[in-house]
């Protein structure tokens, strides 16, 4: 019970804080949230390919709220990676435009991937597929994602890796 409370108040917080919201370019954060990683990709022996579209993708976001989901994106792939062979590791970071015009950033990694079973638990609060994992970060970027109008949603494919993506809606300004 006292567990639930905390997740309740951290989900408050996160939804009750007045966001700053400007108009950003989503690939300009999601490689400046790669930067943020380097000392763990050295770590790790991993490095990002990013495969960023070509032109700015406007969307009007808090800027520190989407970096931390992305942040956790990546940090998550990174661990699953763990489990690979040094040499063999990979970690593509990649956005666009969908054909429903909300524009994304996804985060895929060849990792051990994630079953069936922990994939209907992901975004809930204290599931963790992590031996050390608290099982907070997705359930909490799923809180932000929503605040912002956006989506974020979970692929896998047992022994190939997974991808997570974040959807938004374009900035009209």
Same mark, same amino acid.
């Not at 950003?24 to 954060?29: Q, Y």
């Given at each position: 019970?006292?567990?639930?409370?905390?997740?309740?108040?951290?989900?408050?917080? &996160?939804?009750?804080?007045?966001?700053?919201?400007?108009?950003?370019?989503?690939?300009?954060?999601?490689?400046?949230?790669?930067?943020?990683?380097?000392?763990? +990709?050295?770590?790790?022996?991993?490095?990002?390919?990013?495969?960023?579209?070509?032109?700015?993708?406007? #969307?009007? #976001?808090?800027?520190?709220?989407?970096?931390? #989901?992305?942040?956790?994106?990546?940090?998550?792939? +990174?661990?699953? +990676?763990?489990?690979?062979?040094?040499?063999?590791?990979?970690?593509? #970071?990649?956005?666009?435009?969908?054909?429903?015009?909300?524009?994304?950033?996804? &985060?895929?990694?060849?990792?051990?991937?994630?079953?069936?079973?922990?994939?209907?638990?992901?975004?809930?609060?204290?599931?963790?597929?992590?031996?050390?994992?608290?099982?907070?970060?997705?359930?909490?970027?799923?809180?932000?994602?929503?605040?912002?109008?956006?989506?974020?949603?979970?692929?896998?494919?047992?022994?190939?890796?997974?991808?997570?993506?974040?959807?938004?809606?374009?900035?009209?300004?």
């Amino acid at each position: 019970e006292r567990a639930g409370e905390i997740i309740k108040r951290l989900r408050s917080m &996160v939804s009750r804080r007045q966001p700053n919201r400007e108009v950003v370019d989503l690939n300009l954060l999601a490689s400046e949230t790669c930067s943020m990683i380097s000392h763990e +990709l050295k770590r790790f022996e991993v490095t990002i390919e990013q495969r960023l579209l070509a032109r700015p993708l406007w #969307v009007r #976001v808090d800027s520190v709220q989407i970096e931390q #989901v992305l942040l956790n994106l990546l940090r998550n792939a +990174l661990d699953a +990676l763990s489990e690979e062979p040094v040499g063999k590791r990979q970690l593509t #970071v990649s956005s666009g435009i969908q054909a429903d015009g909300m524009v994304y950033v996804s &985060v895929e990694d060849n990792g051990p991937g994630i079953t069936r079973a922990s994939m209907e638990h992901l975004f809930d609060p204290f599931f963790s597929t992590k031996d050390s994992g608290m099982g907070m970060g997705l359930a909490i970027s799923q809180t932000i994602m929503n605040n912002h109008h956006g989506k974020i949603r979970a692929d896998s494919w047992p022994g190939k890796g997974s991808s997570f993506t974040i959807e938004l809606p374009p900035s009209v300004e």
